[in-house]
């Protein structure tokens, strides 16, 4: 630990709470801290520690060896609520995990803060004279790392399957969220190589059987190499929940395949994801998704609501 | 505490994880406790506590006094990570809190171990011979309670809009698992009054006006009593994240209505939740609701799933 850890952690001097999330056990805070001779704005991200296995392995030896003390608090028929506190002596987990930025700027600020969301319920009216020419002014290299994908420029050690039509092919590639072992958390990405689909908006009949080998190929990748049951052979039943997003946050047609027991994701929403086995269902049954009114969660500072409210919509 | 707890809780001996949240900092453990003279199986459910207000309030006061410990684990430009260990001192805030079931039947042992989850693909033949026979041979009994709500002999306190139109009337009450109070959760649900929709494959042209009048019902509801900001005249934007579930756990239609800040629910996940919006839009399309294939995330032990296996799908 230098000396500047010493000096510049304790001096952080909280102003106010910018967002706690109780579920996680984490909360951002705005404070202040001593840099360069100044007072300068600072983030602290804190966030409870999760048990460990040594935790975990302690619990082997009774309660009382891994509690310093315990308090019960309540007691019904079979059911005992007790709270627990653990050791402070330093060999133990901490209960703890910071992360001080310092100095903060607005953006820094804004991205730790509670983003106010809003449900945009998009008509084809509105898709068609503010998303579409919005999506259409984004500068391409914003997908340049897309590009590096699929030709095989960055991540090639990580594809993990390689369908090299240019109408009907894709790249599947683990997501960058994912551990790479957590089972239940499996996460993969299919980026197709067809650049003329940005959105969910742009598929039609023709591209079912670019739906349906992606969905084949992701179920087949994650039975044989990572293990999750197979599909059944009528395809009534999967191992994977696997969608779109629309909005998207990068505009190239692209297919989340996630484990149906990752739970967790917030990218999974209702209002952000729509199932690929739902968008195959009503592209066969004739629906135009040009004409289909489309209802999505922006964030307050997402660049698409600046536009729409611009436009006149979502005041 | 009576000397029942203090002999009670040091007992339990660890012998297997049956389910850990990472995320949530929680996990359930199985065991064996003392009962009766007996060694009998029993649950242990532990989660870390969040950080106190009162926590939070000494963070004012500085680190070095909040945290017994402090030790930087990295630094990189604007960036500091530490771990932090409170103190064990029994006037803070508990570390731990925790569940003890004793002793625990296989039932409780089920419901507390990870759940396997499966995608089911269900196509209009699957619903026709399967999930329709076995929704209506399901007892009435089960939704009772929805019946007393309607009937204003359960719940009348709670009602915050209340349609007695047969047809298209509704009841508006605050979910059971809000704690009416946090405006990033909102969740209120809607109850239908028409006994004859059961779930979102019922649904036709002519239930677009019910559809249309909870969701103004329920945005009126969160702006006027809750603050929620006001959905905008054109229909473009709203506060509120509306969806139906497909599976529902109950079959007498309702309509989720939630806050769209609350994004960690794990009933708003696609593949569980279809969007009001996107419901309406695609009955307005002309989209037969029996017709679609509509996919769904079960777990492992639901009925439904029972009976789709032995009718020989999703095997």
Redesign the interface.
Known sequence: ??AE?KT???????ER?LY??????S?N?L?QCEHQGERVPAL?L?E????TPAF?AS??Q???HT??????IG?ND???????????Q?H?D???????????NSDLIAKYS??????????PH?YETVTKPWIESLPASKVTWVHNILNGESERESVLYNDEDPKTGFVLVPDLKWDRRTL?SLYMVAIVRDGSLTNMRDLTKDHIPLLRKIQKAGAQIAHEKYGL?AP??????????C?LHYMPTYFHLHVHLMS??F??H?G???????????V???L??G??FR?????Y?LADGHKLLAA?QQAG???
């Open positions: 630990m230098g850890a510049s952690l304790p001096c952080f001097e909280l709470i706690e999330d109780p579920r996680a056990k909360v805070l404070g602290l804190m409870k520690t999760h048990f975990l619990l082997q009774g309660l009382e509690f310093s003390h315990l308090e019960q007691q079979i059911y005992t609520w007790v709270f627990g506190w653990t050791s402070d330093v133990t901490a209960h703890t995990k910071m992360s001080l930025i310092c100095p903060a509670a983003p106010e969301r809003r449900m945009i319920i998009e008509t509105m239940s049951p059944s052979a009528d395809g009534s039943s999967s191992s994977l929940r969608f149906a027991n739970t967790t917030p999974a929403l209702v209002g952000q994801a729509q199932l690929v086995d739902d195959i269902s009503l066969e049954l629906v135009d004409q289909r009114t489309i209802g969660a729409l919509f979502a005041t």
